[in-house]
């Protein structure tokens, strides 16, 4: 992983970038459950992008002594936003999901036998495909297992990271202006993920079965960008780490570039898109005669980017190439697209995004040559955090939500 660019001291993103360039896990003093009510619960952070789904959540260091601070490492997962429907296999078998009746596969396992990409769109539309729910089931089940929870029952408040779109400003009782939720959205999640339960059953390659019964106690949304907002401005304990008023967010995602501008006091957000994310370069492979017929789809499409080869007649094949020639044409256009962001800004910026791992040669470069500075003008997330920073800042900001902070 390339080194950071400073962040504010003490802050979530700092903390986790310097264990994760160490190639360790990030730790907190904090408790890995929240309670609302008189329920323990779970915080499971969940931002499901155009390209892959990513979550977060924490799980308690059990070698801490009695009667000192709870100290919780952070777990991360990313899922391919890929599905299709189980197939019988003779011989060695693969991760196989099973809810309400359907079995299914998802992820990495779906991509590799043809699986399709899940609907986009706002959240309504995608949570009325009942495919998208169980991969999001799925997703959460495949988060806890990577934590160390075993099968079972287990209670859990969601944050869904929402398109910043669909965060509107309406007036409160006293005629108060604030943030909130848009109508359509809210009665989504309510209907779809509110009181949710999945029953749903994984059989791994070796067909040993667990059986997960995931209840949603409570869903509490958030904008996309709100998570990278509380990772940059906040530490663990929720008090903040940053002087600054406000910040312009340049989230370079799979589907859309998008910037969102953000100030605290009082609350305002602005939010536009300026083009497409990273699916106009998977895009041009896709159409790249030299892949007719091997790459099906925009998932496909973005995973070929990723990992930088395709499925030709049984063997995995190199376009290391391809893909750099596709990033310097299209990628280009998107650099122009961030440069002006950054140029035309007189708050702090942040850039952030799975985009920033195909693109960062190229923003490394022409910012160098600008006058902004980084730490103080400008922060570049780098790595995997790129891709992770909304999920583990969603994370954090359901934490502070159940805590009243």
């Known amino acids: 992983m390339q080194p950071i660019l400073p962040a504010p001291d003490g802050s979530i993103l700092q903390l986790v970038a ?3 360039a160490a190639g360790l896990p990030a730790v907190f003093t904090v408790r890995p459950t929240v309670r609302l009510g008189s329920a323990t619960l779970i915080p499971v952070a969940i931002d499901n992008g155009n390209d892959a789904l990513k979550g977060a959540t924490l799980r308690l260091d059990s070698a801490v002594g009695e009667g000192a601070p709870p100290r919780s490492f952070l777990t991360t997962i990313r899922v391919p936003t890929a599905f299709a429907m189980a197939q019988e296999i003779q011989g060695r078998q693969e991760v196989t999901y099973r809810c309400d009746g359907v079995s299914f596969w998802t992820g990495e396992v779906a991509l590799a036998h043809q699986g399709d990409a899940l609907r986009l769109g706002p959240t309504i539309q995608r949570l009325d495909d009942e495919r998208q729910r169980w991969f999001i089931g799925a997703g959460i089940v495949e988060l806890l297992r990577a934590t160390g ?10 944050t869904l990271a929402v398109p910043n779109t669909e965060i509107v400003i309406e007036r409160d009782e006293k005629g108060v202006e604030q943030l909130t939720l848009d109508a359509r959205t809210r009665e989504s999640l309510a209907r779809h993920l509110k009181g949710k339960v999945w029953a749903i059953s994984r059989t791994d390659d070796d067909q040993q079965r667990e059986d997960w019964l995931i209840k949603v106690a409570t869903v509490l949304p958030q904008a996309q960008s709100a998570g990278t907002v509380v990772a940059l401005t906040r530490a663990p304990n929720g008090k903040a780490v940053s002087d600054i008023a406000g910040l312009r967010v340049i989230d370079i995602g799979g589907g859309d570039l998008h910037v969102c501008e953000v100030a605290f006091s009082p609350a305002q957000m602005i939010n536009r898109r300026p083009g497409d994310g990273t699916i106009r370069i998977a895009r041009a492979l896709r159409t790249d005669r030299a892949f007719a017929g091997l790459i099906r789809n925009d998932v496909e499409a973005q995973q070929a980017l990723v990992r930088q080869t395709v499925t030709r007649a049984s063997r ?18 998107m650099v122009a697209d961030v440069l002006a962001e950054v140029r035309d800004c007189r ?3 942040a850039i952030t995004g799975g985009g920033v791992l195909l693109l960062r040669p ?9 006058a902004k500075e980084p730490g103080r003008d400008y922060l570049l997330v780098d790595g995997p955090l790129a891709s ?12 502070f939500r159940a805590a009243g902070k």
């Open 149 to 158: 929870y075993a099968p079972g029952e287990h209670q859990i408040a969601l």
């Open 18 to 20: 310097h264990a994760w």
């Open 362 to 370: 190229l923003l490394a470069e022409v910012l160098a040559h600008e």
């Open 316 to 333: 995995s094949v190199s376009i290391a190439t391809e893909v750099q020639q596709a990033v310097a044409s299209k990628g280009n256009a």
């Open 347 to 349: 708050q702090f910026v």
């Open 388 to 399: 992770q920073l909304n999920a583990i800042g969603a994370l954090f900001g359901l934490i």
